[in-house]
């Protein structure tokens, strides 16, 4: 307001000598002033230190939580460390090799060459020490970090030794292997150790001596230690330090600590929420005292002229309402609502932050009983406020009914006032407990599916294993496992394999009853626990709903899509008692649905058993056959049909087994395919085919067959080319077959890896042409420079005139797109003779000659004659 604007001077109103505004009286109004400014600091002063007070609390409280957490996901880790390390040795133990090998004698061949059990524990698994102590205790078999070695096993277990072995041997007979925490050379040490039993392995005898131990020994070192607490969300997880002992997040290993102790940091939100929170607070605190001072400085003046008297005071008491809005603000811009209750339990105050928290009304509950709207679990609100000597730091989770009528949580804080009556806050945690409620639930359910998972499935089938099942009552379970899902992924995505597996698990859980268990295990693996089942034909009908209600189709995107599934099948207590053996029965029962054509089911049988045991025994044979070159290569020429004359030969792989003799190759190749060592027997074969190929005539090639595993693993020109670079070999000499199942699965995949082996300069046949879904689209868009008519067309040849009229008609197709046409199994003149007469290009079998070693076939190279093409 300019000058010209103020209003003129009014006369000073006469006041009475008791009115504070009175000139006489205005050195008492400056004290009253002062002590009431005084006051007033003091209660918003206070009001902030209860403020950071609370802020410390929750801050606290939060840590401490934090903290716990922490701790039982250490506990955690560690324990998974125990059942992983305790897995891996029942596998090694329990084993009918382990018993023969390093039991009734030490084979260091079979266990450290062979690495069967050796120097891949350390590269795979990590285990520094693996040992074996015999009966007498003596270490007969020691590895250390992969080298095999003459360490006693005593200079690493050290006085914990005796005690380990006891501990191991009394759990032979139930296949038990035990756990303990050492110290080896200062470093904390997780060591597993099981005696060696022959499993359920029948060809062998056990002797009488007390059985030998394995033992496998993992340092706790830090960069462990740092993965395993990565996984399961532990910071800096390491091993203590002596100055680290006596503080918090400290787990002991072993026996009151014998072994060390780990240390870990937890996460601090609490003192991210005071470093963001307490700087508020005191700009708070510190606006409040610039606002007091001001209101004295006015205060002051307004004692020297009664003539400003009415606007000082004006003016203090917009100071103190802007004041307590002010303090109004900051307690309404906490999360938490304050209330205040008499004693008789009712509500004399409720914050604003009340209806916007819960949505009622303020004056609906104003006087009402704190009962009524709060309960907890352990009785009313009321009864916790009673209990003696009740800590007022201690809070309770209540739950209430907000204006919509959903259930929410909150957290309770009370303190009790001067005179009577309670006052307190509330803050709402329902999405943390909701968070907490679901981690529980996903730490035992699949996040795909919501089935159960291995951990719940462990548990279930733990639980009713102790109802000790009778045959009459026996618990089934049925290992399944999804049939052609993994084209499903290849082709569709993974999208549409997660809805599949969706559906596939609501299908299954409709086939089951209600006290039944579907889990989901693995990838495209399911477990299902029945109980009070009759007898394996209520089991058998089972199993024929679950295939046909998995073999409906399932719409994606308006496409159908079809899977199928094997079953294996076991059962206690008639195959086995313990929840690993169940598990590993229906397992080896699933093997054998799958390999009897997939889409059926199987009960467990004693001898899948024995079978599975040949077939490891066979594939680690073949795994040192490779090595140690027991295998051998045969080659079976081939003919030009025009005039009888060698243009190259097959190169045929066989395994000279030192016991079992030659094993043809339908036998190993399938292991080696589904094993891995498919590459290194098919690198094998093709070195050993193009070195020997380098020897012969310049106008003969030779021709090797690739396997669909390996083709599909890539890097198939890449080995091709060092194997020809090595050799010398022209890479026009080489011809590569593959059948169609290459393409069908990943056909640009194929048609990309087969321009690459073009570009090497090495020629591609398609073998077993006519015999699949064999396509004209194939042989026009992928470079195949031949194609070879599968055998059993001219078995029927002189018989049937549909294979004759085919073998013309692939015959003509290959002439059309300029391919060389191979016949494969001529086995008689009249063969020859047809194939002949209708202009086949080129021709083997063994009319024309078997398959020779490499000697034979250098000497037949070496007479030069021709077939008699006349035949």
Request: proline share 5%; aromatic share 8%.
């Amino acid at each position: 307001m300019t000058e010209r604007d103020e209003p003129l001077p009014t006369p000073m109103p006469t006041l009475p000598p008791s009115d504070p505004l009175n000139p006489r009286n205005h050195r008492s109004s400056v004290a009253l002033a002062r002590a009431s400014l005084f006051k007033f600091v003091v209660l918003l002063t206070g009001v902030f230190v209860l403020g950071g007070c609370m802020l410390a609390y929750l801050a606290r409280d939060l840590d401490r939580v934090e903290e716990v957490e922490s701790e039982f996901y250490t506990l955690k880790a560690v324990r998974s460390l125990e059942k992983s390390l305790s897995a891996t040795i029942k596998d090694y133990a329990f084993w009918g090799d382990s018993y023969k090998n390093l039991h009734l004698h030490v084979d260091t061949d079979w266990a450290f060459v062979r690495q069967n059990i050796g120097p891949t524990l350390y590269s795979d698994f990590g285990f520094e020490g693996l040992f074996v102590v015999n009966d007498a205790d003596a270490t007969v078999y020691a590895v250390t970090e992969g080298n095999l070695t003459t360490v006693d096993a005593a200079q690493w277990l050290g006085p914990s030794m005796s005690q380990i072995l006891a501990r191991a041997r009394e759990g032979a007979e139930k296949e038990t292997p035990t756990t303990a925490y050492i110290q080896v050379n200062g470093v904390p040490a997780l060591v597993a150790a099981a005696a060696i039993t022959p499993g359920t392995d029948p060809t062998v005898v056990p002797d009488d001596r007390a059985p030998s131990v394995l033992i496998f020994v993992t340092l706790l070192t830090d960069a462990k230690l740092a993965a395993l607490g990565k996984d399961y969300g532990v910071g800096a997880l390491h091993v203590a330090t002596p100055d680290e002992l006596g503080h918090a997040s400290v787990l002991a290993l072993g026996q009151d600590g014998e072994a060390g102790a780990l240390h870990w940091i937890p996460p601090k939100p609490g003192e991210r929420l005071l470093m963001l929170g307490l700087p508020w607070v005191c700009v708070a605190g510190l606006l409040v005292c610039l606002m007091a001072w001001a209101i004295l400085r006015r205060t002051t003046a307004s004692a020297k002229s009664l003539d400003d008297s009415y606007a000082s005071l004006q003016r203090s008491q917009i100071a103190l309402a802007t004041s307590e809005a002010r303090f109004r603000d900051v307690v309404e811009a906490s999360s938490d609502w304050v209330w205040e209750i008499d004693d008789q339990g009712r509500f004399t105050y409720l914050s604003e932050r009340f209806e916007a928290v819960t949505g009622l009304s303020r004056d609906g509950w104003a006087g009402a009983s704190m009962d009524d709207l709060l309960g907890t679990e352990m009785g009313t609100v009321s009864q916790w406020l009673a209990i003696p000597d009740r800590k007022p730091e201690i809070s309770i989770q209540c739950r209430y009914a907000d204006a919509r009528g959903q259930a929410r949580i909150t957290r309770l804080s009370a303190r009790q006032m001067k005179g009577a009556g309670f006052r307190g806050t509330a803050t709402d945690v329902t999405e943390e407990v909701e968070a907490r409620r679901r981690i529980e639930f996903l730490s035992q359910h699949d996040a795909l599916t919501g089935l159960p998972n291995r951990v719940r499935l462990q548990e279930f089938l733990d639980g009713k294993l102790k109802a000790t099942p009778t045959a009459q009552h026996p618990l089934v379970m049925l290992s399944l496992d999804l049939d052609r899902f993994k084209p499903v992924n290849d082709l569709l995505g993974h999208a549409a394999g997660d809805t599949v597996l969706n559906e596939v698990s609501r299908r299954l859980s409709d086939c089951v009853r209600h006290g039944d268990l579907v889990a989901r295990v693995g990838g495209d693996e399911f477990v299902l626990i029945l109980t009070d089942v009759e007898g394996p034909e209520e089991v058998e009908a089972l199993c024929q709903r679950l295939i046909g209600s998995i073999e409906h189709p399932v719409l994606l995107n308006e496409q159908e899509v079809f899977v199928s599934a094997s079953i294996g099948i076991a059962m206690a207590p008639t195959d086995a008692r313990e929840a690993a053996e169940l598990l590993r029965y229906a397992d080896i029962a699933l093997y054998e649905a799958k390999a009897s054509g997939r889409s059926t089911w199987r009960f467990y049988a004693g001898d899948m058993n024995a079978r599975i045991i040949e077939r490891r025994r066979l594939e680690s044979d073949l795994r040192f056959a490779i090595k140690h070159g027991e295998l051998r290569l045969h080659f079976q020429p081939r003919y030009r049909i025009a005039d009888g004359h060698m243009v190259g030969a097959e190169a045929l792989v066989r395994w000279q087994h030192p016991v079992r003799g030659l094993i043809a190759p339908d036998t190993f190749i399938p292991i080696a395919e589904e094993t891995g060592l498919i590459i290194p027997l098919s690198d094998w074969v093709i070195a050993t085919a193009c070195s020997q190929a380098a020897t012969w005539p310049a106008h003969l090639f030779v021709s090797i067959n690739l396997s669909p595993a390996e083709f599909k693993r890539g890097q198939v020109s890449l080995r091709v080319q060092k194997i020809l670079e090595a050799s010398g070999l022209e890479p026009s000499r080489v011809e590569l077959e593959i059948t169609e199942g290459v393409m069908l699965e990943d056909a640009a995949g194929a048609l990309e890896v087969m321009r690459s082996l073009k570009r090497l300069g090495v020629r591609i046949a398609m073998d077993d042409f006519g015999t699949g879904y064999s396509s004209l689209s194939y042989l026009r868009t992928f470079p195949f420079d031949g194609l070879k008519i599968d055998r059993s067309f001219l078995t029927r040849l002189g018989e049937s005139e549909d294979d004759q009229s085919i073998v013309k008609a692939i015959i003509g197709l290959g002439r059309a797109l300029s391919l060389t046409v191979t016949a494969e199994g001529i086995e008689t003149a009249e063969h020859l003779a047809l194939l002949k007469a209708v202009a086949c290009d080129e021709g083997q079998g063994y009319y024309l000659s078997k398959p020779l070693n490499m000697s034979d076939f250098t000497s037949l190279l070496g007479q030069g004659s021709p077939v008699d093409s006349d035949c």
